[in-house]
């Protein structure tokens, strides 16, 4: 006889209380489709004699424990919530920067229902979803006008389709940079369907290359943030506002890629930062600034040094924005009604003077040593009581997200020890609670800077299961 033969009927299996139970949560169909591939798993290690073929019962029971156990790591969501002790403020891998409560607020309120993301209230009649960031935008920034896209390769692909297709776009040779994921600017630029002009060299671009090269052809002076590398030594780049002025006696558009949306400090009391915070900072182009030097337009990020959700934002010259707004490629990069009520609600918390507290990047950033210090301490005792051998020790911060290339922040670390620091970074992100740490010095280091501290304990815990797994 088939040892196979103990197997129940699938039907039998189905009516089976615990089942009935599983398919009122994940779906009668999916539950029969998992039921199958147990059964044909089971009956295979039978018959090659790989399971103990036990009696009916047995092997009811033990389906049903497989199944369970199936389904239960199918119901496991793909994207889950990161505890980041990297020290890596605005971290890509990690999904850049983390809402404010009063983003997420706004973003439930609007998603939760219907809204007028294109209602006029006043007329009852169609209106337009970029009026909605107007306001906040001209506040923020001081440019006439602006339009959100869903991420700032697609806000300038979008503004040099509409303001330079079939034309020249002049840049600087030092300025052809790649900006992360294999996307490089003169890519960019071809996929608007403007046409390149390189002046200067890779280390050193005047004014007058660029107005050599200006010509009846030319549509566009672009400037392009290097938010990714730093270039010393022999090098020499003109102030925005002198390539303004040529832009200007031209006539032709000054575009800036300004890259990482850091605002400025004119939206901050004076003391909001740390000095090491603010002199870091002070090396990072300012969108304000940008508007103020003569940018007619000026492209920035919604989720990097904004800590809004992700979004590409192109503010500047009223004519422009109308331009890039009627464009056919806006329909294909326009974002949704959340992210409308999360940039909205970022925004305000910068012009409301809010944002060093209420925006969890600029939180991060204007953290005092001492507070940080302090986590730490706190943080090794807790974990030295669990049996964990670990040492605070100073370390350093990075901001991280294309912005600041090089720049650090002073921060104080745990450094825990472990016969395995890979096997412990392994451990913790596979935890229930899942944390993302770095190694340095053959031990796994935490940094309290960028972990939110209501999640404090949560980490103690995590560190404390893995170190016994």
Request: glycine residues 8%.
């Amino acid at each position: 006889m088939s040892r196979a033969r103990v197997i129940p009927a699938v039907d039998h299996l189905l009516g089976l209380s615990e089942v009935q139970a599983l398919a009122t949560m994940h779906g009668t169909r999916r539950v029969r489709q998992a039921l199958d591939a147990e059964v044909s798993r089971l009956r295979t290690e039978l018959v090659a004699g790989q399971a103990e073929a036990g009696t009916r019962e047995f092997a009811a029971t033990l389906l049903v424990e497989r199944l369970a156990a199936t389904l239960a790591a199918t119901r496991d969501p793909s994207l889950k919530a990161v505890i980041n002790a990297t020290g890596v403020v605005i971290h890509t891998n990690l999904g850049r920067a983390p809402l404010s409560r009063d983003a997420l607020a706004a973003m439930h309120r609007v998603g939760a229902g219907y809204s007028n993301l294109e209602v006029d209230l006043q007329t009852g009649q169609r209106g337009s979803r970029h009026v909605h960031l107007d306001a906040a935008l001209r506040d923020a920034t001081g440019a006439d006008a602006g339009v959100a896209t869903n991420n700032t390769a697609a806000g300038l692909t979008l503004a040099l389709a509409a303001i330079a297709s079939g034309r020249e776009v002049i840049i600087s040779r030092g300025e052809l940079v790649e900006i992360g994921g294999g996307f490089r600017v003169p890519e960019i630029l071809r996929g608007s369907g403007a046409h390149l002009r390189e002046v200067g060299t890779t280390n050193r671009t005047r004014v007058a290359d660029y107005a050599a090269a200006i010509s009846d052809r030319t549509a566009a002076i672009l400037r392009v943030h290097p938010s990714n590398f730093r270039m010393d030594g022999f090098t020499e780049r003109p102030a925005l506002a002198d390539l303004a002025a040529v832009a200007t006696r031209f006539g032709v558009p000054l575009v800036e890629d300004q890259g990482s949306g850091w605002l400025g400090f004119d939206l901050f009391a004076a003391d909001a930062f740390p000095p090491q915070a603010r002199a870091v900072l002070s090396r990072e182009p300012a969108v304000r600034d940008s508007v103020r030097d003569g940018a007619a337009l000026v492209a920035f990020s919604g989720d990097k040094l904004l800590g809004g959700p992700q979004a590409g934002l192109l503010v500047g010259r009223a004519d422009l924005v109308a331009t890039i707004r009627q464009h056919p490629l806006m329909r294909a990069v326009r974002v949704d009604k959340v992210t409308y009520a999360g940039l909205e609600a970022t925004l305000r918390a910068f012009t409301s003077g809010r944002a060093a507290d209420d925006v969890p990047v600029m939180r991060m950033l204007a953290l005092p040593f001492d507070v940080i210090a302090a986590r730490a301490d706190a943080m090794v005792t807790r974990l030295r009581s669990a049996g964990v051998a670990c040492e605070a020790a100073d370390g350093a911060s990075t901001v991280g997200g294309g912005s600041l290339p090089g720049e650090t922040l002073p921060t104080r670390l745990v450094r825990v020890e472990s016969t395995s620091p890979d096997r412990l970074l392994a451990a913790l992100r596979q935890g229930r609670t899942v944390v993302v740490a770095r190694i340095a010095d053959d031990r796994v280091c935490l940094d309290p800077r960028t972990v939110a501290e209501d999640d404090d304990d949560a980490l103690a815990a995590t560190v404390g299961i893995a170190m016994q797994a």
